[in-house]
C-alpha cells in the first residue's frame, strides 16, 4: 500500500491531538510493515511543495488521508479529482458531527460537500457512522481511537506532580462549556470538605471555574506532551450534556488517555488517572462503572465524587484496571492492524 496522509502539522512539536490518533500514530505503526510506503504531510510541507512547481511529487499513491482540518479550500472538489485520474482513492477521516444539525460552527454544507467528494469517510464511533450515512458514498468505516500506551504511560510515569495530594478536574476544549457546569456544585461542595484537594482545568477554563476554592489552570501544552499533562490528574471529569445531540458523536478518548497516564500508586502498583464519565453510550463503550473508571448520572456528581475520594481501596483499583484495560483493548501498537485491515479493502472495493 502506497498511502499519503495531509495532516494539520507533520512535527512532534506541533501536531493535534486528533490529527495524531486518527492518522499520524496508525500510519506510523503500519508503516513498520516493509511492505507499505507511508508518507504524513504537513501544512508546511504541502505549501512548498506546490510553491516549488512540484505538485506533481503528490500524484500516484494508492490512498490518500484527509481530515476535517483541510474542509474548505478552495478547490477541494478540482484535487481530488486529478488524484482520481492518477489512479488514487481519497479517505476523509471525522472524530466529530460537523453537519451543523446540532450545533452551528458554520461548515455544515461544506463538510457535507466533503462528505459527498471523497470515496470513503472513516469515523470514530458507531454512532457517528450511523449519523453521517445519508451523505456518504459508502457506509463510513469505524475505526476507534487508540492510544500509544507504551509512550503515553511511560511519559506520564516519569513526571513530576506540580500539586500534592488528590486533584480533580478537566481537560478539552471550549466545546465543553456546557458539559462541564454538571458537576460544579459537587466541587463546590468537595473543595470545603476536603481543603486538601486540589482541582485544575487543562486546555480550557471556563469563566465559571474560577469560583472554585483552590483551582488552578495548567498551561495549554502541544500533544507530544499530554502524558505529562494527564498526569497532573488522579481523577478526571468526563461530564457531558447527555441531552445535546452534538455529544452523542464525540468520542472516549479523555477516558482512554487518563486510563493511560501511569503513575506508581501508594499500594505499591502501576495505574493511570481514573475517568468519572457521564452514563452517556459513548463512554459506556469504554468505561465499566466499578471496573475502570465510574459512569454517573449528571445528578449523581457529589455521591460518585465522594465515593472515589473516600475510598481509596476503590481508587487505585480503577486506576489499575484502567491501565490495563487500555493497554489490552485500546493499544495502537496491535490497534494500527484495523487501521491496515480497513484501508485494505478499499482499495479493493470491499468496504
Not at 450511523?130 to 506520564?156: C, Q
Not at 495548567?218 to 494527564?230: F, G, K, R, S, T
Not at 498526569?231 to 464525540?250: H, P, T, W
Not at 501498537?333 to 482499495?347: E, I
Amino acid at each position: 500500500m502506497r498511502a499519503m496522509a495531509f495532516v494539520r502539522h507533520s512535527e512532534v512539536t506541533g501536531i493535534s491531538a486528533i490529527n495524531y490518533y486518527r492518522a499520524v500514530s496508525p500510519l506510523q505503526h503500519l508503516a513498520k510493515d516493509p511492505r507499505h510506503k507511508i508518507e504524513i504531510l504537513g501544512q508546511k510541507e504541502i505549501r512548498a511543495i506546490v510553491e516549488e512547481g512540484r505538485s506533481n511529487d503528490l500524484l500516484g499513491r494508492d490512498l490518500y488521508l484527509t481530515s476535517r482540518l483541510f474542509a474548505g479550500r478552495a478547490g477541494r472538489h478540482e484535487f481530488i479529482d486529478v488524484l482520481h485520474r492518477h489512479g488514487g482513492i481519497v479517505v476523509f477521516d471525522t472524530d466529530d458531527d460537523l453537519t451543523d444539525d446540532f450545533r452551528d460552527l458554520g461548515r455544515g454544507d461544506d463538510f457535507k460537500g466533503v462528505l459527498r467528494d471523497v470515496d470513503y469517510v472513516t469515523v470514530s464511533t458507531p454512532y457517528l457512522r450511523d449519523r453521517l450515512e445519508a451523505h456518504t458514498k459508502h457506509r463510513p468505516v469505524v475505526l476507534p481511537n487508540h492510544v500509544d500506551v507504551g509512550w503515553f504511560s511511560g511519559e506520564s510515569y516519569h513526571t513530576e506532580r506540580q500539586h500534592k495530594g488528590l486533584t480533580i478536574g478537566f481537560i478539552g476544549t471550549a466545546s465543553h462549556y456546557a458539559d462541564w457546569k454538571f458537576p460544579m456544585g459537587a466541587l463546590h461542595r468537595l473543595a470545603r470538605e476536603h481543603p486538601d484537594i486540589t482541582i485544575l482545568a487543562a486546555g480550557y477554563s471556563p469563566d465559571y471555574l474560577s469560583s472554585l476554592p483552590n483551582f488552578h489552570e495548567l498551561d495549554p501544552v502541544p500533544y507530544v506532551m499530554y502524558p505529562q499533562l494527564m498526569r497532573q490528574f488522579d481523577i478526571v471529569c468526563c461530564s457531558l450534556d447527555a441531552e445535546d445531540g452534538f455529544n452523542m458523536s464525540k468520542s472516549s478518548i479523555k477516558a482512554l488517555e487518563a486510563m493511560a497516564a501511569a503513575r506508581r500508586l501508594p499500594n505499591g502498583k502501576v495505574g493511570g488517572a481514573v475517568p468519572a464519565c457521564t452514563n452517556v453510550k459513548v463512554y459506556r463503550r469504554t468505561v465499566q462503572n466499578k471496573h475502570n473508571g465510574l459512569l454517573i448520572d449528571n445528578s449523581e456528581w457529589y455521591e460518585a465524587l465522594s465515593l472515589l475520594i473516600d475510598d481509596h481501596r476503590l481508587r487505585h483499583r480503577l486506576a489499575v484496571q484502567g491501565l490495563a484495560w487500555v493497554t489490552k483493548n485500546r493499544d495502537i501498537k496491535t490497534g494500527h492492524r484495523r487501521w491496515g485491515a480497513a484501508y485494505q479493502k478499499m482499495l479493493e472495493g470491499r468496504v
